[in-house]
């Protein structure tokens, strides 16, 4: 998230962020326009987020209006940010492969080019 701050972003790391947390890891905002982010490392074919978590980073969404994304960082690949209402809900949690992560292909200028417009994943 050092890029944001190079932007002129105020980055905030949300403690106690992780299984329970009830916000997600990193919160940045600028000009009235804040993104927040829950982010993996994860270098398997896909990436799962539990239905409680899940659930937090929709009702954050939609409380904050803030643009909420799952950032997934993979290996030689760079980061791909994943809007919760994208992933696929399965028996146990929800889910998103690598292939569509990659077919999505929002990366981070792509949320640059978003802060100039009100935040449409919220009534």
Known sequence: MAKFQELGYS?????GSGVNSISPDI????DGVGFSFECKAWDKSSLNIEPDKHKVLVDWQRNTRMHTFIAWRMNNMGWF???PEEMN?????FTVTKKQAVSINRLFGDLINLAAIPNSNNP
């Open 81 to 83: 940010f994943i809007k």
């Open 89 to 93: 809900q399965n028996e146990k949690s």
């Open 27 to 30: 919160i940045v905002i600028k």
């Open 11 to 15: 980055v905030v790391r949300s403690a």
